[in-house]
């Protein structure tokens, strides 16, 4: 219950939002149908029960749902009475009240929305609650109290609620929830792909929240990879997806793209020897990449915060990539480019998580292959070339190394050959996937599909 007052001899007591009978509904669906318990896995929690007895019957429910056992009036009365929610006598006469009040069982999820609506807006009357009484203590930046504030309401808005620690059985209540969908649904635990197949089959997709690097000295293709990802799943996935190109401008990395999906030369398309039979090719490719949601950014030293900033104003978000981290700052003061670089990778990984998408990022590598002897062999990447930063291994999910041996190698073979070294995959496996290069139009491809073009 909140009060405000505008006046010494004026007060307003105001009632926290909730609904009553939307709680009792809820309940009593249970009841009369304990299946309905399964439907409402991932659209409900106990916690959005106002009422603190109501939480606990659902609770109670739900530990009778893990341990496989029928919910019914007399199996959740025993477990409330264990529990000390409820005398026999008390226990028995609400539960019947509950059933026998409850519209209709069908409606459930309808009054699930209600309730968890409900709680929302009191989530929202604590937040703003804080936000208040931080702007009020002026303890901190303001453009620290401001982010702080947005990034609290833009919690509400997905869904996600700074919360205590959670029990174990909360959590195995999600994920009971989780298990129901990729049961039905075999390609729901599979991540965004990057349609490069062998790839995919090592990272089973990019997972929602992972920090990915793609690591690679100038010149093997570490951008053009991730245009190429990045362009794969705008059209593949019908999600939308958000470039940051901080060295190259916004005309700079369309007319790559073009060049990718028409398999027109990149230098005709920069110098405009372009000739009769590629117009066509040309205008279908930018028919496809228009109908995509592909979205780009081509600010110079945008930090953290301001492309976090952009992306909570883009509805459906599949995929962040940023090229590259190295011409990143950080929101902070900081004189060391090692921390710096520690400040912005950090700052990366809780972007991914909070809005719950694949962040991939291009850095560069240090001179160290260059250095090693021993043949071409020994000048593929390892994690330990990543430049600037340990932080950089430390913080991301996956890092992938590009490595063409026709970078250093003459031989015309070489030229059309990639690999793809997974050298860190928190998900799983790590290994080196072949890809075919086609420099002239600054794409990679499946080997299968290299020769299926061809």
């Not at 936000?131 to 401001?146: G, P, W």
């Not at 991730?226 to 190109?245: L, P």
């Not at 972007?351 to 020994?378: F, H, I, W, Y």
């Amino acid at each position: 219950m909140a009060i405000s007052g505008s006046g010494s001899d004026s007060l307003v007591v105001r009632q926290l939002p909730y609904s009553l009978e939307a709680e009792q509904a809820v309940l009593g669906a249970i009841i009369l149908d304990s299946e309905k318990i399964n439907e409402l896995a991932g659209h409900i929690t106990s916690e959005d029960f106002f009422v603190e007895k109501h939480a606990k019957i659902y609770d109670a429910a739900y530990e009778l749902f893990i341990a496989n056992s029928h919910i019914d009036p007399v199996t959740l009365l025993d477990m409330l009475v264990k529990k000390d929610v409820y005398s026999q006598e008390a226990g028995n006469a609400y539960i019947r009240q509950l059933a026998e009040n409850t519209p209709s069982i069908s409606n459930v999820l309808d009054y699930a929305r209600i309730v968890h609506d409900k709680a929302l807006l009191r989530r929202l009357i604590k937040v703003s609650e804080e936000i208040s009484e931080s702007a009020y203590s002026q303890a901190e930046d303001t453009q620290f109290i401001l982010d702080s504030a947005e990034q609290k309401v833009f919690s509400l808005t997905q869904g996600f609620v700074t919360q205590d620690f959670s029990h174990i059985k909360d959590i195995i209540k999600d994920y009971y929830g989780v298990l129901q969908t990729i049961t039905t649904d075999k390609n729901a635990s599979r991540g965004i792909p990057t349609n490069y197949s062998s790839l995919d089959n090592i990272l089973v997709g990019m997972a929602p929240s992972d920090l990915i690097i793609i690591g690679g000295r100038p010149g093997m293709g570490k951008t053009s990879f991730t245009m190429n990802i990045a362009t794969n799943v705008a059209k593949y996935s019908k999600k939308a997806v958000a470039i940051f190109s901080l060295e190259m401008s916004k005309l700079q990395i369309v007319e790559r793209m073009l060049s990718g999906e028409a398999r027109i030369d990149s230098y005709k398309l920069h110098t405009g020897e372009i000739e009769e039979e590629d117009f066509n090719s040309l205008a279908q490719a930018a028919i496809a990449l228009s109908q995509t949601d592909l979205y780009v950014d081509d600010s110079s030293g945008i930090t953290v915060s301001g492309m976090r900033s952009k992306l909570r104003r883009i509805e459906n978000l599949g995929l962040v990539a940023i090229d590259y981290l190295q011409l990143m700052h950080s929101d902070k003061r900081i004189d060391n480019r090692v921390l710096e670089i520690g400040d912005i990778t950090r700052s990366l990984k809780i972007m991914a998580k909070d809005l719950n998408v694949p962040v991939l990022v291009c850095t560069q590598l240090s001179r160290s292959p260059e250095k090693r002897t021993g043949g071409n062999e020994s000048k593929k990447p390892q994690l330990s070339d990543l430049r600037d930063s340990g932080s950089i291994e430390q913080d991301a999910d996956v890092v992938l190394m590009l490595y063409r041996d026709g970078y250093y190698n003459e031989d015309p073979e070489a030229q059309n050959r990639a690999e793809c070294l997974v050298a860190k995959n928190r998900h799983g496996s790590t290994g080196t996937i072949s890809l075919g290069w086609e420099g002239r139009f600054t794409r990679f491809v499946d080997i299968e599909k290299r020769y299926e073009d061809n």
